[in-house]
Every structure is written in structure tokens, then in C-alpha cells.
């Protein structure tokens, strides 16, 4: 039976009850971080189903990451009958879904892929080289990127720019968009900023179809909509019709993306887009305790550019906001694995949060030489590794024979005799011929005089084609075994070759999960990097502040609060991009729940020069008495009795004198492998790596 009313609201506070309870009608939760504006929405899902009479089946509720969406779903399948069928997703894969099914209308063919990175920056690289023109492909995938999330045509953004940019006259760069843009419609592909774009198109075209789509989403649900973008934003409204029956939830303080073109004017807006629109402000702050929430209403109070709100902390008092000063980054890294150490497990209650992808690097090192498991959430991803990408190639291809980015990939790997000359050779004919690549193939095998190799690859396909359409698992066995791909890693790989074909069986275990191989591919191409399967248990969870959002944490570290990193030396020069920042630190700080460290260090490797740097002015714009400076390599003046000797193998066996950089002198008490155990006099055990720790010989 569904829940009663009672259970749906007893969980929630007045205001919270209040947007629950909002039926039909356009809405606005907006709310400072932490007020369970998340929660909110889960709940009044659950009370539409189960005392309004709305079937799952006509309610959309988007979410920013996959994540969130299979969060968001399962605590829905826990509280009311029928929960699977709701549609819970992010924009892109909601998108990918009507394509899916309606894309044919719009002139996508049933089986078209989606590009990822990597491939739209080989596709360019193509076009150039096809063009002749010797410029490179980054910037150009960042215009591209940059247009399709405005939603404008990529002309359009050519006028604001230089004269010259990429290296490129304005007309040499026409040549390249359009000539890209051909080549994806030529091979069935679209960008992933094309899948909204397309979609977006269809529901503006194709009346019969919005009906449709309109009926499977008559109540709709967006969470942290001040990061939409002006695409997700004419969709979310196009869908949203007169009756707009949209609930929007957000924080305009924690817009973060407007790299990505995502525009916190939406948010601001609201009222006067839908102007019956009902405003539920939630104001009482249950994640934090009062001491990290008033350290972080005092950094964004700062911001000029925002609404004024009130958050209140339910938890009162808690331990003070710690900062730490390092004297390096290395040193800064040392003193989070340090602390993490000291607070013991379980580890993932904690979470090291970041500016820049490049700052992990250390953290990593310094957590690993003390044997503390992490995570980090969004590193180099694992459908972005050569073997799985191989894999994935294949499986493209052959549900796609057009794709010539996955064909280019596979023609020859495992290496099948197939070298460059062979290559050029098909290309030629393609060209001339006017025909795909994969046709081009087939001419090719007829004429070229060493045919085999060709002939093979073909035979091949053409198998592969016919098991595509059958489960995933299955297809890539076959694959498996057909190119003998394990012994092809050994050999080209062989001082990794395990750890690869251990992402092999992971892709084998991933793919069970799927119904298809379209399925699966889908599913691949909308996992962001910031959110594979990475396990999450008793783990460090080391990520980016950008990846942080909507997420919550018993324990943050919030390290490299400086100058130059946040704010971040490229965002400098605006008031906008300034205030960004002060958001970023903001969505940072207030990912904790019991215990916040904040650090900075006074010298850092910039650019590959170590420089002295400033603590970050949004330090030195909060009160200070609202954290303190912490240092607890002065304050160590308890001795704890060392444990008995134990001999141990190794390099080290147990009561030898060593001496710690760091840690001064101290006795081994154990040893084993690479790790030593070993007891210094004031500061007490530490568990080291001789790999990494500088232990010398007292
Ligand atoms: P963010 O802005 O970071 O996305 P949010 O406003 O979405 O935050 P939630 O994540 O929904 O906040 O809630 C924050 C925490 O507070 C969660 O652990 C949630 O379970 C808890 N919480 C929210 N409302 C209540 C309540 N009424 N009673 C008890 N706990 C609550
Ligand atoms: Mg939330």
C-alpha cells in the first residue's frame, strides 16, 4: 500500500511541507544549501503518486548528474509502489531517450551514436587535415561546445570573436564548423551538445511528438536549476506548456557552471517567466553544524550580485572551522592524509575537496603512503581507457557502419596488417568514389592487391553486426575471443597488460547490466566522468569542487584556498567570474556536515615554477573569529608507549633508530613489504611507505 500522509510529511518542516503539498501550477523552491531542497522534491514525488492520484508515468523529475538520478530513484522505489516507472534523469538523457525513439523524424538514423571527447576532437582533427589547415582542435571544440549549449548557430559566436582565432580567419573557421558538422550528420553521430539540441528541435517541430512527450511528463521537477543552460531552459518550458506543472528547485548562490553556459538568470527569472508561479522558501539548514554555517553565510554575503536569504543552522554549536597554513603543497597534502589518518575509519565519511584536476596528484601520494584508501571521483575515466575505448569502437561500428571515428579506431587494432598506406589507399576511394569509409572497404578488399587483411577485418564486421543486436555481454565475448584481444593487450602492453584486462572484465560486468547494446552504449556515452563506478566504501572521496554539488560529507577538507586557485587566477578579471568563485568556495564549505579543515600553501608549482602564493582573499573577507588556525604538529605532547618489537622481513626488522623529516627521530616497530610501522617519540604511530617516506638512519 502507498504511505500515508502522515508518513510523507511527518519527516518534513513546515515550509518544506508546504512545497510538497503544491499541486498543480508552476513552482519555486529556492533555498540555501543544505535545507533539503533535494528532499523536498523526492517527498512531493511520492505524496503525487500516492494522495494525488498522478501516475508515476507523468512525472519527470530531471536531476544535474546520472548519480543523483539513481539516487533519487531508488529512495522513490523505497517509499511508493511503482516508482520504476517514473522518469528520473538528467536533461541529456532525457533527451537521448525521446531521440531514441522519435530521432528518425528529425533525420537521425535509428542506429546513431553519440560522440564523446575524444572522438569529436578526432573528427576535427579529420576535417582540418582534410581542409589543409594546420590548426588545432582545441579551441575550436571549445567554440563548438560553447554554441551548442547557448543554442545558438557556431556563426553566430564568430562575430565576438578576434579576427584570427584558433589561427584561423573567420571564414577558414566557417569552413571547419560546417564542414564538422557535415561530417557527424555524414556518419550518424551526434556531439553530446548536440543530443539536447536535437531534441529540442524535434519537440519545436513536431507537434504530434511534444504531445506525446508532454503526456509522459504532465508533472515536472528540476533540481539545481540555477546551473541550466539556455537549451536545457527553452526545453524545460517548451515541455512545460501552459500548464506549466513545474517545480523548479534551486540556489542561486551555488551557480557554478556558467562555463558551461548555464545562466543563473533562469533561477532569478522564474517568477517573471511563469508569472503564476508559487515561491516556497525552505530557510532551516539541517546538513551543517551552526559553526560551519555561519562561516559559510559569511563568505557569500560578500557577493553582490545575489538574493538575500535566510539559513538557519539546526544543529547548534559544533567544532570551529580549522584552518591549516602550509608551508608547501606537498607539505598541505601531508598534513590532510595526516589528520585523515588521525581520525581513523570508517574513511568515506571524508572528503577532500579541490580547485584544479592537477591538485589531486599529491593528495593521492600522501594518502597512499600512509595506507589510507581514496577515491578520486572524476580522474582520467574508465570509459576513457584505451582497451575499453577499443571495445566500445567495435561495438559502435557495428550498430553503425558509418561511424568512421570507430572504424579508423579498430581497422587495425589488434594489429591485422591492415598499416597508413592501406588506409590512405581506402580513403582515396572514398573520396573519389563519394562513399562511406566502411563502403569504401569493401570496394577496397575487390581491388587493392593484398586483400586479405581487408577481407578479414570485413568477415569479421560483418559478425559482429549480427550479434549487435543481441545482449551486450555476449556481443563483446564474441569479440573477445574473435580478435583474441587478451593476447593483444599482453603483447602491447605488457608491463600493464593485467590491469587492463581487468577494465576488459569490467566492461564485461558493466555490460550485463544493460538490455541491449544500444542501451549500453547510451548509457556509456551520458556517464560523466565525474561519476563511474568507482567503489565507494571506506574510501577517501578526492574530487573537485565542481563535481562536489549536491553532495554531503561528515568531514571536508577544502584545501589550496589561495589566490590564484580560488579564486582561480582565470576568473579574475570580471565581477561575475569573482563572484563565481565566492560560489564555488560556498558550494565547498558547505558540503560538511560535522568538520570542516580549510588549507592553503605559501608556496606552490605553478605553470612547473614553485612560487610563493597569498591565502585567497576569501579567507581574509570573513570574520576571524568565525574558524581557527589549527596546527597540530605544535601541540603533540602526549607519549604513547610504543608497542613490543616484532621482527618483521624487509629492509627494516623492527627496533631500528630512524630519523623523519617530519616527524623526527623514531624506533621501527614493524615492517612488512614496503610499509613501516614505526612509533616517534611525541607525535606517536605512523604507518609509512619506504617508497614514498623519507626515512633515514638515526
Ligand atoms: P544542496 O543545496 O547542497 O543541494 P539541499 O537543499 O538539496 O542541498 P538536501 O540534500 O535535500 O539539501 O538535504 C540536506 C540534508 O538535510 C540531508 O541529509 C537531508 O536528509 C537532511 N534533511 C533535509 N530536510 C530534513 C528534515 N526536515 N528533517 C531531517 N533532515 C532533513
Ligand atoms: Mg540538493
Known amino acids: 500500500a502507498h504511505p500515508s500522509e502522515e508518513a510523507l510529511l511527518s519527516s518534513l518542516n513546515e515550509a518544506q511541507r508546504q512545497a510538497v ?53 531508488a529512495r522513490l522505489k523505497a517509499m511508493v509502489r511503482g516508482a520504476g516507472e517514473l522518469w528520473v534523469s538528467t536533461f541529456h538523457a532525457a533527451a537521448l531517450r525521446i531521440l531514441r525513439v522519435y530521432g528518425e523524424r528529425v533525420g537521425l538514423k535509428p542506429g546513431f551514436v553519440v560522440y564523446d571527447e575524444d572522438d569529436q576532437t578526432a573528427l576535427l582533427k579529420e576535417v582540418l587535415k582534410e581542409l589543409g589547415l594546420a590548426a588545432k582542435p582545441g579551441p575550436i571544440k571549445s567554440l563548438l561546445d560553447r554554441a551548442k549549449n547557448q543554442g545558438v548557430p557556431p556563426e553566430h559566436l564568430l562575430l565576438e570573436l578576434p579576427e584570427f582565432y584558433a589561427g584561423l580567419s573567420r571564414g577558414r573557421l566557417q569552413d571547419v564548423l560546417h564542414r564538422y558538422q557535415e561530417a557527424l550528420r555524414a556518419q550518424g553521430a551526434l556531439d553530446f551538445g548536440d543530443i539536447l539540441l536535437y531534441a529540442l528541435k524535434l519537440l519545436e517541430e513536431d507537434g504530434e511528438v511534444l504531445k506525446r512527450v508532454r503526456k509522459r511528463a504532465r508533472f515536472i521537477h528540476v533540481d539545481e536549476y540555477q546551473d541550466t543552460n539556455p537549451v536545457q531552459y527553452r526545453f524545460t518550458r517548451l515541455l512545460a506548456g501552459e500548464e506549466a506543472n513545474l517545480m523548479a528547485v534551486g540556489d542561486p548562490d551555488q551557480g557554478i557552471y556558467s562555463f558551461r553556459a548555464a545562466d543563473i538568470r533562469n533561477i532569478l527569472d522564474f517568477t517573471q517567466d511563469y508569472p503564476k508561479a508559487r515561491v516556497y522558501r525552505l530557510e532551516d539548514n539541517y546538513r551543517s553544524t551552526e559553526a560551519i554555517l555561519r562561516f559559510a553565510n559569511a563568505v557569500i554575503v560578500k557577493n553582490a550580485l545575489r538574493l538575500e536569504k535566510t539559513l538557519r543552522p539546526v544543529k547548534k554549536g559544533g567544532e570551529p572551522v580549522r584552518l591549516f597554513r602550509a608551508e608547501s603543497a606537498r607539505d598541505e597534502a601531508r598534513f590532510v592524509a595526516e589528520e585523515i589518518a588521525r581520525l581513523g575509519p570508517p574513511f568515506d565519511r571524508v572528503a577532500v575537496l579541490y580547485r584544479t584536476n592537477a591538485q589531486s596528484r599529491l593528495l593521492e601520494q600522501a594518502l597512499a603512503s600512509r595506507g589510507i584508501p581514496a577515491r578520486v571521483v572524476g580522474g582520467v575515466g574508465f570509459f576513457e581507457r584505451a582497451e575499453v575505448k577499443d571495445l566500445l569502437a567495435y561495438a559502435r561500428l557495428s550498430l553503425n557502419p558509418l561511424d568512421a571515428v570507430s572504424l579508423k579506431r579498430v581497422l587495425n587494432t589488434p594489429p591485422r596488417g591492415i598499416g597508413p598506406a592501406t588506409v590512405e589507399k581506402v580513403q582515396a576511394i572514398a573520396r573519389e568514389r ?59 602492453y605488457p608491463e600493464d597488460a593485467e590491469d587492463r584486462l581487468e577494465n576488459v572484465e569490467e566492461l564485461l560486468r558493466a ?50 584556498v589561495e589566490e590564484g586557485l580560488l579564486p582561480h587566477r582565470s ?77 618483521l622481513p624487509g629492509a627494516f626488522r623492527g627496533g631500528e633508530k630512524v630519523v623523519h623529516p617530519r616527524f623526527g627521530p623514531g624506533t621501527v616497530v614493524a615492517a612488512a613489504g614496503d610499509e613501516v610501522t614505526v612509533h616517534f617519540e611525541g607525535v606517536g604511530l605512523k604507518r609509512l611507505s619506504l617508497k614514498y617516506a623519507d626515512l633515514r638512519p638515526a
Request: charged share 25%; hydrophobic share 45%.
Open 571 to 647: 576568473s579574475l578579471s570580471t565581477q561575475e567570474g569573482l563572484e563565481e568563485e565566492r560560489r564555488l568556495f560556498y558550494v565547498g564549505v558547505t558540503r560538511a556536515q560535522e568538520r570542516l579543515y580549510l588549507s592553503y600553501a605559501q608556496e606552490r608549482e605553478i605553470y612547473g615554477r614553485l612560487e610563493p602564493v597569498r591565502p585567497s582573499r576569501f579567507l581574509e573577507e570573513v570574520d576571524e573569529g568565525l574558524y581557527e588556525v589549527y596546527d597540530p604538529y605544535r601541540q603533540s605532547s602526549r607519549k604513547p608507549t610504543p608497542p613490543p618489537h616484532r621482527a
Open 434 to 492: 563519394g562513399l562511406p569509409l566502411f563502403e569504401a572497404l569493401k570496394v577496397a578488399a575487390l581491388t587493392l592487391p593484398r586483400p586479405e587483411p581487408l577481407r578479414a577485418f570485413l568477415a569479421l564486421m560483418e559478425e559482429l553486426m549480427d550479434l549487435a543486436f543481441g545482449p551486450a555481454e555476449a556481443f563483446f565475448r564474441h569479440l573477445l575471443l574473435a580478435t583474441d584481444y587478451p593476447a593483444y593487450l599482453k603483447e602491447a
Open 21 to 73: 503539498l503544491h499541486f498543480e501550477g508552476p513552482a519555486l523552491v529556492v533555498a540555501g544549501a543544505g535545507s533539503g531542497k533535494t528532499r523536498t522534491v523526492v517527498h512531493r514525488v511520492a505524496y503525487l503518486i500516492a494522495r494525488r492520484g498522478v501516475f508515476p508515468s507523468e512525472i519527470l523529475a530531471v536531476t544535474f548528474t546520472n548519480k543523483a538520478a539513481e539516487e533519487m530513484k
Open 511 to 560: 555490460a550485463k547490466e544493460a538490455e541491449s547494446l544500444m542501451d549500453f552504449l547510451d548509457k556509456v556515452a551520458l556517464t560523466a566522468r565525474a561519476e563511474e563506478p568507482a567503489e565507494a566504501e571506506g574510501r577517501v572521496a578526492l574530487m573537485t569542487l565542481h563535481n562536489a554539488k549536491g553532495l554531503e560529507f561528515p568531514v571536508v577538507f577544502l584545501v589550496g
